[in-house]
């Protein structure tokens, strides 16, 4: 594969349509990344997060993401079992990437993590909420967590009020989704065991 295609898909954020991007894009290492934030150089005032080798801009959050961002953490954090920690908004560090997903859910205790960010071996599902961001959340994010082998991902769709689940990664993608309604309940499962469920009209704003 070439630079250029490369570098195509990575920018767009669905993986079935390719764009023209220069093919002199520097990507970044992981190492990299870290490196500029230890010097200051990016901060935690930089709305940026880095996506398959480069600095892709966060979406600005409305007040109904930052609602759901909360109930969705909220309702996990009453499941989730001892030895297992809900974060929002916090890194995961990826082969090529270090995304800031809006809930996830890691193995261990805060002390676990104060020389690293969890990685994909920690954590047993992660959480978007997509508005404007719903094409990427469904393209380029979800790709990276696939190729990551985390197992579960979910998309609380607020366009559609609607929760997608995704699981079983393979290669770039994830073989099994559904899709649920406000009247539906969606199960948690960490570590490969349910844990409990989750009504989706407590997770929507």
């Known amino acids: 594969m ?12 669905d ?16 190492d990299q990344y870290h490196a500029m934030v230890e010097a200051g150089i990016l901060t935690t ?8 080798g480069y600095l892709v801009a966060k979406m600005p959050k409305n007040p109904s993401h ?4 909360y109930l969705v953490r909220k309702a996990l954090e009453r ?5 297992w920690l809900v974060h929002a908004q916090e890194p995961v560090t990826l082969a090529s990437s270090e995304p800031e997903p809006d809930v996830l859910v890691v193995r261990g205790e805060p002390r676990h993590y104060l020389d690293r960010h969890p990685g994909p071996r920690d954590v ?3 959480v978007e909420v997509a508005d404007a961001s719903l094409r990427k959340d469904r393209g380029l994010k979800k790709r990276l967590y696939a190729e990551a082998g985390i197992a579960l991902y979910w ?8 929760l997608e689940t995704y699981a079983e990664p393979s290669g770039s993608d994830y ?31």
């Open 2 to 13: 070439n630079s250029m295609t490369t570098a195509a898909r990575a920018l767009d954020p």
């Open 15 to 30: 993986v079935s349509h390719a764009v023209d991007v220069p093919a002199d894009l520097w990507r970044l290492g992981v």
């Open 45 to 52: 005032d930089d709305p940026v997060e880095l996506l398959d």
């Open 66 to 69: 930052t609602a759901a961002t």
């Open 79 to 83: 499941l989730v079992p001892s030895g």
């Open 124 to 126: 047993a599902l992660v």
């Open 155 to 162: 998309v609380v769709n607020l366009v559609d009020r609607r």
């Open 175 to 205: 073989r099994q989704k559904q899709e649920y309604g406000p009247d539906d309940e969606v199960a948690v499962v960490v570590g490969g065991v349910e844990v409990g469920r989750v009504a989706v009209r407590d997770v929507l704003p």
